[in-house]
């Protein structure tokens, strides 16, 4: 949530901020502000909106020829989206500005204390508290002042920080909140994601927690908490820019749904070697494997979904139990983990904050960690003993499918090794499987080729209040993920529900011209799902069919009918979620709706 930039350098600062804010505005577009030099003091531009209305406010920044500032895209927490709560944040006096990416937990006590100082505020955001401190605790050393502050401070941050004394230099922060260092020989930069270094530099510093980073325009240094400089080694992203860009497409969600083939070679290729499965060097202990009395996976959102369809494919494999558990509920559950238990954490942006506290409590319960992550130095990865990365390259919009397609795929992967180490499948079956994951890109490559279909089947759909999405078994979970996708895009209220359960209570829902996405792609219940599928049109429901085509349905049992080819059934969730995706973005089109940046979500959710 929220994105910061921050730059010093020998070119102008406004535009780099301003382009490196456009490449965070997934993290939050409810308001954007920059902070730069003038006349020797700072100057703060900020307004309620998206990022354009900045722009447009301050012509594109040209007018501003400061070589160093700070800049902020906000999703809000504390107090609405407005001018006075946009960041940056200023002192009262001026002298400092701030941006700030968290939550500062102890921040009406600390505003309580500045207030009975004479203090006054301007905003109701937890930030402003640092910004007052900062000039409350200034002393002419700033390292030390910086300090000072954060002992001061609970919750997580990223900060970025600029004082009228020093304004040749940028200072920024990390603690449980995402932050990088980009640098290059036209200056040096801060942000919290890779995207916004990208037109600068591809060369960039990983900062750990409680590390303060100083730039100038041609040195960045790294120093603890004691003042200490500590050696850290440059890493070469090798992202382009264009990976971080639309290259074409009207929204980056169909641009990452067509990408979905080059994802899953990319991600599965490397994994399979002669025949065997390579996991990176992953450490899992046979002894481990041999006496693991469960598999719990852990996630949120998309991911979590992935975590639905891999309970099926782990226990169907493995013999294991499998427990997949919102992280936000693990956290808080008191949970039955120890020294006997695989974790497995799956995360897009590895920075989620109730994943990421999931992590640590599994961690400190002495389990053993696997971490599914797409962004490579992110905080999960970072803090994971056996880490697999999703090579789904970067990931725009907010709805995910790239990077759930590619965690799926690593999980398939990761079954059939638990699976093969306990010699639970023979060879055949697993060459037979590896060949079928293999094959995987080439299908959702046809698969894709529905698009047009799909786009015109979406026009019907376009003023549904209510859709219901129901399977059975693995097509249950993939229902989870398309009901999901299309009600977070287009605000079409969507359930998803267990075939069988429907008559429980849900189907008092349906009547005349309910939606109703029927999946069908595990075969051998096919027939019970069909079964189903004709309770909800006996009550006249509009039921639109997803199923193999090699299965034998009568299109007329239906109103409309998507088939796709067929793979293993265990795999199955990789091909039919593809169609399920291109509906929903075809809908929320159809709908108008602003897909890539859906109201009151963000990407990377680092507030818990
Ligand atoms: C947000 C995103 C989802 C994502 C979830 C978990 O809600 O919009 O697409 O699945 O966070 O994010 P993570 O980065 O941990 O996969």
Redesign the pocket.
């Known amino acids: 949530m929220c994105g910061i930039v921050g730059f010093t350098g020998v070119i102008p600062a406004a535009p780099v901020l301003l382009e490196g804010l456009a490449r965070l505005e997934y993290r939050g577009y409810d308001s954007a502000g920059i902070a730069v030099f003038q006349n020797h003091k700072i100057l703060i531009k900020k307004a309620c909106g998206r990022l354009k209305t900045l722009c447009d406010l301050i012509s594109n920044g040209i007018n501003y020829d400061s070589p160093t500032g700070i800049g902020h895209t906000r999703w809000a927490t504390h107090g609405k989206p407005s001018d006075d709560n946009a960041h940056p944040h200023r002192s009262q006096d001026g002298s400092f500005a701030i941006v700030h990416n968290g939550i500062i937990e102890n921040y009406a006590m600390l505003k309580r204390q500045l207030q009975e100082k004479g203090y006054q505020f301007s905003s109701e955001t937890d930030t402003e508290v640092v910004a007052h401190l900062l000039q409350d605790n200034y002393n002419g050393d700033l390292f030390d002042t910086i300090v000072r502050t954060l002992q001061m401070l609970e919750g997580s941050y990223a900060l970025g920080i600029l004082n009228v004394d020093h304004p040749d230099e940028l200072y920024a922060v990390r603690k449980s909140s995402p932050l990088i260092v980009g640098t290059s020989n036209q200056g040096n930069m801060i942000a919290s994601d890779i995207p916004a270094i990208l037109p600068l530099t591809r060369k960039v510093y990983y900062l750990n927690d409680n590390e303060i980073v100083r730039l100038t325009k041609n040195s960045v240094e790294i120093f603890d908490l004691q003042h200490h400089l500590l050696d850290r080694a440059v890493t070469t992203i090798d992202w382009d820019v264009s990976a971080a860009e639309k290259g074409g497409y009207e929204h980056f969600m169909i641009k990452e749904i067509m990408e979905q083939p080059k994802a899953l070679r990319d991600t599965i290729t490397p994994r399979i070697k002669n025949g065997q499965i390579h996991l990176d060097g992953i450490e899992i202990d046979q002894a481990l494997l041999q006496n693991i009395q469960r598999i719990n996976i852990i996630?949120?959102?998309?991911?979590?979904?992935v975590g639905v369809v891999a309970k099926y494919v782990i226990e169907e494999l493995c013999r294991i139990p499998v427990f997949a558990e919102i992280a936000s509920e693990f956290r808080y559950s008191n949970p039955i983990v120890d020294e006997n238990s695989l974790v497995i954490i799956?995360?897009?942006?590895?920075?989620?904050a109730d994943?990421l506290a999931a992590l640590r409590e599994a961690k400190a319960r002495g389990a053993t960690i696997l971490s599914i992550v797409?962004?490579v130095g992110s905080s999960?990865a970072n803090e994971s003993k056996n880490v697999l990365y999703t090579w789904a390259g970067p990931e725009i919009s907010?709805?995910?499918t790239k990077?759930?397609s590619t965690?799926l795929a690593l999980m398939y992967l990761i079954a059939l090794y638990i699976a093969q180490r306990l010699g639970r499948v023979d060879d055949t079956q697993t060459s037979n499987l590896l060949a079928q994951i293999a094959a995987l890109p080439d299908k959702v490559e046809q698969i894709l080729k529905l698009a047009p279909k799909i786009e015109t089947l979406a026009q019907r759909y376009a003023y549904l209040e209510h859709a219901y999405f129901i399977g059975r078994n693995l097509d249950y979970a993939v229902a989870l993920e398309a009901s999901l996708k299309l009600k977070?895009i287009s605000y079409i209220h969507s359930e998803a529900y267990a075939a069988g359960e429907l008559k429980h209570g849900t189907i008092s829902l349906i009547e005349d011209g309910t939606f109703v996405a029927g999946l069908a792609c595990v075969k051998r219940l096919v027939a019970k799902t069909m079964s189903n599928i004709k309770e909800v049109k006996a009550r006249g429901a509009e039921v639109l069919l997803l199923t193999c085509e090699d299965y034998d349905i009568h299109s007329d049992e239906v109103d409309h009918i998507l088939t796709i080819p067929s793979t293993h059934e265990l795999l199955m969730p990789s091909l039919e979620v593809v169609p399920l995706q291109l509906l929903g973005y075809y809908v929320a089109k159809a709908r108008n709706c602003d897909i890539d940046k859906p109201r009151n979500?963000?990407?990377?959710?680092t507030v818990e």
Request: aromatic residues 6%; charged residues 10%; contains cysteine.
């Open positions: 996630a949120c959102g998309s991911a979590y979904h799956i995360s897009q942006s590895g920075e989620t994943t797409n962004v999960i907010v709805a995910t990077a759930y965690q977070e979500l963000a990407k990377s959710v």
